[in-house]
């Protein structure tokens, strides 16, 4: 079965202190993968994707994500997070059958001052 | 573009009473989904259409559960009749063809029913 996997319910990081949102995939081709994040009373909203290329994508509010492809992993990264970026982050990978996405269980991040 | 426009944003409803949901995807998507998201169960895909057609409406969870897209610019999601179970934001999103894409939500349609 299709999946992606994001182990992590909760994630709790100091302000100003790295952050890792893990996420791993099980999708059969070459996925294509995205992250998003979901402010409270919010829809989702695109931060970034991989498609091909460089390992390491940037995307938007300073965040980066590593793709390993032996290990099947998107982590969502930040070095220095901010009390603005708790939000609750979603992982999601785009398979053979492109029309449909498979999401996360979502992973709430909470940034302490 | 104004983005995926819902409609409305939040609902409150009486057991048994029906309740309709609107969506606008963006202009020039071809694609258009409805998902749920509740704590317990997170994102649930419900459906999703291709150039107005319904593709895969596995995800529906029941006969009280409808979807229409008229045409390329609105889609609805029918509850009836409506129960509390049914409580969640219901999100629409669309896309287009390029798989290199991703989905835009809309902002959503919190469901309340008592």
């Known amino acids: 079965a299709q999946s992606v996997a994001q182990p992590e319910d909760q994630v709790n990081v100091a302000e100003g202190n790295p952050l890792t949102v893990k996420c791993t995939y099980s999708?059969?081709?070459?996925?294509?993968l995205f992250w998003y994040v979901q402010y409270p009373n919010r829809g989702l909203q695109f931060l970034l994707k991989?498609?091909?290329?460089?390992?390491l994508v940037k995307g938007s509010y300073g965040f980066e994500a590593e793709f390993n492809k032996s290990q099947t992993s998107f982590h969502l990264k930040k070095p220095s997070a901010l009390v603005s970026d708790s939000a609750l982050y979603f992982c999601?990978?785009?398979?053979?059958?492109?029309?449909?996405?498979?999401f996360g269980s979502g992973t709430k991040l909470n940034v302490k001052p | 573009d104004a983005g995926v426009i819902q409609s409305p944003r939040h609902e409150v409803t009486e057991m048994g009473q029906e309740v309709t949901l609107r969506c606008k995807p963006i202009?020039?998507?071809?694609?258009l989904f409805w998902y749920r998201q509740t704590m317990m169960r997170g994102l649930e895909l419900l459906i999703y259409?291709?150039?107005?057609?319904?593709?895969?409406d596995s995800g529906m969870p029941e006969d009280r559960f409808s979807a229409k897209m008229p045409n390329a610019s609105f889609s609805t999601l029918k509850i009836q009749p409506s129960e509390p179970r049914d409580s969640a934001v219901y999100f629409c999103?669309?896309?287009?063809?390029?798989?290199?894409?991703?989905?835009?939500f809309g902002s959503g349609t919190r469901l309340t029913v008592v």
């Open positions: 202009s020039g998507h071809d694609y």
């Open positions: 991989y498609i091909t290329g460089d390992n």
């Open positions: 999103a669309s896309s287009r063809t390029d798989r290199t894409e991703g989905y835009t």
């Open positions: 259409f291709n150039n107005n057609v319904p593709i895969d």
């Open positions: 999601a990978a785009r398979g053979y059958n492109f029309n449909k996405f498979y």
């Open positions: 999708v059969s081709g070459n996925p294509y």
